[in-house]
């Protein structure tokens, strides 16, 4: 039996605003992974003066929900400040596409947590963080358990792909359990520096595979 989706969110499925890339995007993040069933990546174009959102696109991969709210949520924030943008959550989200089946609200959080997230990376590589504390181990981590580990299904601390941190001087290394030519080497690293690069004292992140 097919699921009761509202015709808003249909609307968004079969059209969805804002879809794409900004290619030199003041901030992005990532949050989910195909592995996982859903992913939804958010770029951002924020005016340096008013801090009004100016541009916003996303890539999605996922069901009509992943889709919809991706699309709902980038109409939600065009336009308005970040400390605005920040405000939104998922039951703003849902509300505007006529609500969401309760086994896909967490499509709404994931496209939440992506804009969250791709704003708390513009104020890290702007300078608007207000308490500027040094980047350690537990923040790395932190912003790790993020990343998925598409062979599990799971992050990549908790499935411990990760094997070692390393910070200093504004430098970061991580080691990570696989072979660098792993057919997901490639996606891991990169979503390994997303997650990293943005924090306001990190100058280069550097990942080294290791399983050769």
Same mark, same amino acid.
């Given at each position: 039996?097919? !699921?009761?989706?509202?015709? #808003?969110?249909?609307?968004?499925?079969?059209? %969805?605003?804002?879809?794409?890339?900004?290619e030199?995007?003041?901030?992005?993040?990532? /949050? =989910? *992974?195909?592995? $996982?069933?859903?992913?939804? &990546?958010?770029?951002? &174009?924020?005016?340096?003066?008013?801090?009004?959102?100016?541009?916003?696109?996303?890539?999605s991969?996922? $069901?009509?929900?992943?889709?919809?709210?991706? *699309?709902?949520?980038?109409?939600?924030? !065009?336009?308005?400040?970040?400390?605005? @943008?920040?405000?939104?959550?998922?039951?703003?989200?849902?509300?505007?596409? =006529? =609500? !969401?089946p @309760?086994? &896909?609200?967490?499509? @709404?959080? !994931?496209?939440v947590?992506?804009?969250? +997230? @791709?704003?708390?990376?513009?104020?890290?590589?702007?300078?608007l963080?207000? /308490?500027k504390? %040094?980047?350690?181990?537990?923040?790395?981590? #932190?912003?790790?358990?993020?990343?998925?580990?598409?062979?599990? =299904?799971?992050?990549?601390?908790? +499935?411990?792909?990760?094997?070692?941190?390393k910070?200093?001087?504004?430098?970061? +290394?991580?080691?990570?359990?696989? %072979?660098?030519?792993?057919?997901?080497s490639?996606?891991?690293?990169?979503?390994?520096?997303?997650?990293?690069?943005?924090?306001?004292?990190?100058?280069?992140?550097?990942?080294?595979?290791?399983?050769?």
């Amino acid at each position: 039996m097919s !699921l009761p989706y509202t015709k #808003k969110v249909l609307e968004h499925f079969k059209h %969805p605003h804002n879809v794409g890339k900004i290619e030199d995007a003041d901030a992005q993040a990532t /949050e =989910g *992974s195909p592995a $996982c069933g859903d992913m939804v &990546k958010i770029y951002l &174009k924020v005016d340096a003066d008013s801090k009004v959102i100016d541009d916003i696109k996303f890539e999605s991969y996922g $069901c009509a929900s992943n889709i919809a709210t991706g *699309s709902i949520i980038t109409d939600l924030a !065009l336009g308005k400040t970040i400390e605005d @943008a920040k405000k939104l959550n998922w039951k703003e989200a849902a509300n505007a596409l =006529g =609500g !969401l089946p @309760a086994v &896909k609200v967490h499509c @709404a959080v !994931l496209a939440v947590d992506a804009l969250r +997230t @791709a704003i708390t990376n513009y104020e890290h590589k702007h300078g608007l963080v207000l /308490e500027k504390k %040094p980047t350690t181990e537990a923040v790395v981590i #932190k912003r790790l358990s993020r990343v998925i580990n598409p062979l599990a =299904g799971l992050d990549v601390v908790k +499935t411990k792909l990760v094997q070692e941190v390393k910070i200093e001087s504004g430098n970061i +290394t991580v080691w990570v359990e696989m %072979p660098t030519h792993h057919q997901f080497s490639s996606n891991i690293k990169e979503e390994i520096i997303e997650r990293l690069e943005p924090l306001w004292d990190v100058e280069h992140v550097e990942v080294i595979f290791r399983g050769d």
